[in-house]
């Protein structure tokens, strides 16, 4: 059965930085797809990063330079590096498994597996 849980959301400052960790069981991640999506009140929810089993790793325009997606196969993890956040970002972040990370983030329909999501709050 595939699990995925993430942590490390928080409550920051605008400007500060946190980690947010998604850890998988059931599956090993290195052969898969991964993404962090988000969703705001009120709004959508959209892709932020994804990390493909190829290596290769996409981001949504607003977060470029400032997010970046890693993975440690031995801790079956992957990671989202959140720095010079701001209160756009507030949001819950999901990671979610299986679907495309080809040349662009991938959409949720296109993923099939998720976690419950972690809560980021960007308040001063």
């Known amino acids: 059965q595939v699990q995925l849980v993430e942590s490390g959301g928080g409550l920051v400052q605008p400007g500060g930085s946190l980690r947010l960790s998604c850890a998988a069981s059931?599956?090993?991640?290195?052969?898969?797809?991964v993404e962090w999506f988000r969703q705001a009140p009120g709004k959508e929810r959209e892709g932020v990063s994804c990390?493909?089993?190829?290596?290769?790793?996409y981001y949504q325009d607003s977060v470029k330079g400032r997010f970046t997606i890693s993975r440690d196969n031995a801790k079956n993890t992957v990671y989202l590096q959140m720095d010079k956040l701001k209160p756009d970002d507030t949001a819950i972040y999901y990671c979610?498994?299986?679907?495309?990370?080809?040349?662009?983030?991938?959409?949720?329909?296109?993923?099939?597996?998720w976690g419950r999501g972690t809560q980021v709050t960007v308040s001063s």
């Open positions: 979610a498994l299986n679907g495309l990370c080809s040349g662009r983030v991938g959409t949720p329909a296109e993923y099939d597996y």
């Open positions: 059931g599956v090993t991640l290195d052969y898969y797809n």
């Open positions: 990390t493909a089993s190829s290596g290769s790793s």
